[in-house]
């Protein structure tokens, strides 16, 4: 099992803090650093400074680190025009030496949109936009040096591209397509995906997600392994009272986050991690809300990765 960070910076975060979580991140043996990819705070929170460009954060970490992966859950595809985000995620990828992982989905936040001015349409034409992106951007990477890529679609069309830059990963970064919806998503998964994530869902409900796209894979003739993985918040403490601490410093119960994550002691942590080892999740994403408390990452890493 692998552990990854996974890190809200519109919840509030400069970039030196996402900084020292990344490097944290990797002093303490992590798999990787990973950030949401969002404009705008939810909830009552501050928010301040203010938003961080995802793949901004990404290039300027991959100089500042040697071994983590870095990469999104999720990149919004509303965000980005598809040949940009290509030649960006390409260009990260090179700068951290074939350390990236793209995670892509169709954007979900429309406050987001309407406060920067970005076109939110319709559910139905965001998967449309979806799906296109992911054939131009794998396409535009798996293109053979000397030659053009082109491509026609309902929403884009592009023609003679150079398919420049190359990622430094040969055929480009492992795609991570997430989500429970129930046809859609594993059609695109099966089609595209090198890992399909599950996030903030219970195990019963992550199992049954897992299957429809084993599912989606076994109809698509597909041969290809998929990693599968989930993405839980975690709130661990060696005992009740540092359980209530970190709960109470991004305003949860500490029932409710048992009950809908990954929280408690050590050997409870453990314990649910191996519940969904057990699904088939290689990978988990532990979402750290507070970036300020380096100690959390600390006792996990000493007492929970040390220790699968």
């Known amino acids: 099992m692998k552990l990854r960070i996974f890190t809200e910076p519109q919840q509030g975060a400069s970039y030196e803090t996402l900084l020292s979580v990344a490097k944290a991140t990797e002093d303490l043996g992590f798999d990787a650093f990973f950030r949401s990819d969002h404009f705008l705070k939810m909830g009552d929170v501050s928010g301040?400074?203010?938003?961080?460009?995802?793949?901004?954060?990404?290039?300027?970490?991959?100089?500042?680190?040697?071994?983590?992966?870095?990469?999104?859950?999720?990149?919004?595809?509303?965000?980005?025009?598809?040949?940009?985000?290509?030649?960006?995620?390409?260009?990260?990828?090179?700068?951290?030496?074939?350390?990236?992982?793209?995670?892509?989905?169709?954007?979900?936040?429309?406050?987001?949109?309407?406060?920067?001015?970005?076109?939110?349409?319709?559910?139905?034409?965001?998967?449309?936009?979806?799906?296109?992106?992911?054939?131009?951007?794998?396409?535009?990477?798996?293109?053979?040096?000397?030659?053009?890529?082109?491509?026609?679609?309902?929403?884009?069309?592009?023609?003679?591209?150079?398919?420049?830059?190359?990622?430094?990963?040969?055929?480009?970064?492992?795609?991570?397509?997430?989500?429970?919806?129930?046809?859609?998503?594993?059609?695109?998964?099966?089609?595209?995906?090198?890992?399909?994530?599950?996030?903030?869902h219970r195990p019963g409900d992550t199992a049954a997600a897992f299957e429809r796209v084993r599912t989606a894979c076994r109809e698509a003739g597909r041969t290809k392994p998929m990693v599968y993985s989930a993405a839980q918040i975690v709130c661990v403490g060696r005992d009740e009272a540092e359980i209530a601490r970190r709960a109470g410093a991004i305003g949860r119960e500490v029932p409710e986050l048992r009950e809908n994550g990954l929280t408690g002691t050590p050997g409870e942590v453990l314990e649910k991690i191996g519940t969904f080892a057990e699904l088939g999740a290689e990978t988990l994403y532990l979402q750290v809300l507070d970036l300020n408390d380096l100690g959390h990452l600390e006792l996990i890493a000493a007492e929970v990765l040390a220790k699968l």
Do not use: C
């Open 48 to 200: 301040e400074p203010g938003p961080t460009d995802a793949w901004v954060t990404l290039g300027a970490l991959a100089r500042e680190t040697s071994r983590i992966r870095l990469g999104t859950l999720m990149t919004a595809a509303t965000f980005r025009l598809p040949g940009p985000l290509a030649i960006a995620v390409a260009q990260v990828d090179r700068m951290s030496g074939g350390r990236v992982d793209f995670g892509v989905g169709t954007g979900w936040f429309d406050a987001e949109h309407t406060a920067y001015g970005i076109p939110f349409p319709s559910l139905g034409e965001r998967f449309e936009r979806l799906e296109e992106q992911l054939e131009i951007i794998t396409g535009l990477w798996r293109t053979p040096p000397g030659e053009t890529y082109d491509f026609e679609g309902r929403h884009y069309r592009l023609a003679d591209s150079p398919a420049l830059p190359k990622p430094a990963q040969a055929g480009g970064p492992p795609v991570l397509i997430g989500g429970v919806g129930a046809k859609r998503t594993p059609r695109l998964a099966a089609a595209y995906a090198d890992e399909y994530n599950v996030p903030f």
